[in-house]
């Protein structure tokens, strides 16, 4: 992955709008996050192979972090925190935000076909 290109991100998200795509939205805090500290909770959200339709995607942000919303017919869904970006198997579009430390905090990805598990 490479650090967010925000007109290129742009792109990609254009290409996909008024079409039936999966989805992959992940967020997590580390499964660990308790064990760490104490007074931490676990949390995390975790979507896959959902099939959405959205009419408009927009990602905004400055500097390390961004965010990408995905409009559909009856509401949004977006993803904050992003930092890094590719294209894999030349046409599903993966973006994550990494921690300092190099761990997944969030994930959005858009495919034409579902996800493996």
């Known amino acids: 992955m490479k650090p967010i290109q925000?007109?290129?991100?742009?792109?990609?998200?254009?290409?996909?709008?008024?079409?039936?795509?999966?989805?992959?939205?992940?967020?997590?805090n580390g499964a660990?996050?308790?064990?760490?500290?104490?007074?931490?909770?676990?949390?995390?959200?975790?979507v896959r192979n959902v099939q959405i339709t959205y009419n408009q995607a927009k990602i905004v942000g400055e500097g390390n972090a961004y965010r990408v919303g995905l409009k559909t017919n009856n509401g949004w869904i977006y993803a904050e925190g992003l930092t890094d970006w590719t294209i894999h198997e030349g046409s599903k579009i993966?973006?994550?935000?990494?921690?300092?430390?190099?761990?997944?905090m969030v994930a959005l990805q858009i495919s034409e076909t579902p996800f493996d598990y």
């Open 94 to 104: 993966l973006l994550a935000g990494h921690d300092r430390e190099g761990r997944l």
């Open 32 to 46: 660990y996050a308790s064990h760490l500290d104490e007074k931490a909770y676990n949390v995390g959200a975790y």
């Open 6 to 28: 925000i007109e290129l991100v742009q792109q990609w998200l254009d290409k996909f709008i008024n079409q039936t795509v999966y989805i992959h939205v992940e967020t997590t």
